[in-house]
Structures are given as C-alpha cells and as structure tokens.
C-alpha cells in the first residue's frame, strides 16, 4: 500500500511541475463595439464582444513540446519561432490537453475577436492601421519581402498598440467562428486563418484578410495563438 501511495504522489508532483512550466502570457482586451472589415471592403457589420484575454504571442514551438512532447513544425530547431505546420484539428487537441495539464480554459478566439485585438481595441487610432499596429508593415510583421522565406522568433517585430506581437505576418493564425443552427442554438464551429504569414506578399498580411480552410489542412506558415477564460 506505501508503495502505491508513493507512486501516486511521485506522479500527482510530476503532473503538477509540468503544468507550472507551461506559461502562456496573456493580454486582456477590453470589450467593446467595432465594425469589422476595412475600407476597402464594399460591407461591414457591427459586432460587440466583452473583455477577454488573448496570447501575447503565437504558441511557440517550446509551448507545443511542453504540452504535446512533439514539434510538428517545419523550421524545427527554433524554441522561440511560432510553431506551425499544424490543423485547426491538431491545434483543438493542444488546447485539450493544455487544459487538462494546467485546470485552466484556454480555446482559441473567434475571428471576431482576433480581428478586435489585432486593430488594438478600445485603444485603437482613430484611423485604422493597415496591418497590426502600423501602416508599415516592415515595422511589425515579418512576411515574403523580410522573412527570407521562414518564419522569425516571435515578439522580435514592433506590437501593436495592445501589446500583442506578430498579428501580422510570421504565420498564418487559426481562429474559430460559431454555426448556428436558425433557432440560434451553436451546432459546431468553421475555422479560418487571418493575419498573413513570413511566406506571403502584404496584402495578405493585412488585418481584413481572410481565408477559410478545412479543419485538416496543415502548411509550414499555420499557426495559432490561443485566448484564456478567466
């Protein structure tokens, strides 16, 4: 019986140091109301959202080996590089397993409130950037002209007013929106990537690009930052 009871401690301690060591940096966002989309789109819609809490960063490739034990990324051998070469299938299973090790709830934000964060919130300037934090895009986002092709350790370009780095460029992120059934019941979610990547040119780096892709697909510039209810 002491011997079982040993083990259990032993592992009850083991699970509990590998939870501390995940630590993921939020920032939060106050609520608010904003209309989604650009001047250059024909239509926008008015969306209201409360506050919440989105990553600092993307998910870097040491946070994945932390919870997962693997490194699905191409550009391996870069602890501080976003991970990538990851489905919004395979991204779901990280965050189910992020949140059993640490008792939090982590899930990725919907694209409304990527789209928020990335203009800065409540915070934003009364012009809208083109790209997060800035209508140079060389200031913060690393993308086909700068990149050399490959993606760059995350927080290294300038942030957009919120803090928040690389909503622009670096990978592509994985965000979610609900589907509703017409009685207004959430029946599942569809998944699309927003805020270019380092393997595009900087139309698609801007923050009103959208791209819609099946829960399967993986490419070597997906990625994701994650959002956490408090």
Not at 64 to 87: A, L, Q
Not at 182 to 204: D, H, K, M, T, W
Request: glycine residues 8%.
């Amino acid at each position: 019986m002491k011997k079982v009871f040993f083990i259990l401690v032993v592992l009850s301690v083991s699970l509990f140091a590998t939870a501390q060591n995940i630590d993921i940096e939020t920032v939060l966002v106050k609520g608010g109301k904003f209309n989604t989309g650009s001047n250059e789109m024909k239509s926008s819609n008015q969306i209201t959202l409360e506050d919440f809490y989105i990553g600092k960063y993307e998910i870097t490739q040491e946070q994945w080996r932390e919870v997962m034990g693997t490194n699905p990324s191409y550009f391996k051998d870069c602890d501080s590089c976003p991970v990538e070469r990851v489905s919004a299938e395979d991204v779901n299973k990280f965050i189910e397993t992020l949140n059993k090790k640490t008792g939090k709830k982590y899930r990725l934000p919907s694209e409304a409130e990527w789209e928020y964060a990335a203009r800065g919130g409540v915070l934003k300037p009364q012009k809208n950037s083109k790209y997060a934090g800035s209508n140079d895009i060389n200031e913060v986002a690393w993308y086909d002209k700068n990149s050399s092709g490959k993606t760059h350790q995350v927080g290294t370009k300038k942030p957009n007013e919120l803090g928040l780095y690389d909503m622009s460029g670096n990978v592509y992120e994985w965000c979610r929106n609900e589907l509703k059934n017409p009685q207004g019941e959430v029946i599942g979610y569809s998944y699309v990537l927003r805020g270019g990547s380092c393997a595009v040119n900087s139309n698609f780096c801007m923050i009103s690009f959208r791209s819609d892709f099946s829960l399967g697909i993986k490419y070597f510039n997906y990625g994701f930052r994650v959002v956490l209810e408090k």
